[in-house]
């Protein structure tokens, strides 16, 4: 069992800067590959950046390349999504998931390989 908490919301003016956090309860964290996606309203739920379960790898959406940098610390259980030069399209719910099916996993943009999702945290980009 994983339990993933985001902290709540926050507002930011457009190019500013924003570092997310989910911290997880349970003892297979570290073995865990984690992501983060994010819904806008009424649009789907879209991938947004992955790590592999040390760290050593990661891979991103197209759209955030460059602007996002994911991040974890296996011995904080936390997984982080630091965000720079936001856009007003970044605006979103943003949400932390698990991948813990499988052990030792790599990244993945597959939303059905994620099992365990934290409550969302409200991001607002303002012009």
């Known amino acids: 069992q994983v339990q993933l908490v985001e902290p709540g919301g926050r507002l930011v003016q457009v190019g500013g800067s924003l570092r997310l956090s989910c911290a997880a309860s349970?003892?297979?964290?570290?073995?865990?590959?984690m992501g983060w996606f994010r819904q806008a309203p009424g649009k789907e739920r879209d991938f947004v950046a992955a790590?592999?379960?040390?760290?050593?790898?990661?891979y991103y959406a197209d759209s955030v390349k460059g602007r996002f940098t994911i991040s974890r610390d296996n011995g904080k259980n936390t997984v982080y999504l630091q965000m720079n030069n936001l856009k007003p399209e970044d605006t979103a719910v943003y949400y932390c998931?698990?991948?813990?099916?499988?052990?030792?996993?790599?990244?993945?943009?597959?939303?059905?390989?994620?099992?365990?999702w934290g409550q969302g945290t409200q991001v607002t980009v303002s012009s």
């Open positions: 790590i592999n379960w040390s760290g050593s790898s990661t």
């Open positions: 998931a698990a991948r813990s099916r499988i052990k030792y996993g790599s990244t993945s943009s597959n939303i059905d390989e994620y099992d365990y």
């Open positions: 349970g003892r297979t964290f570290s073995t865990n590959a």
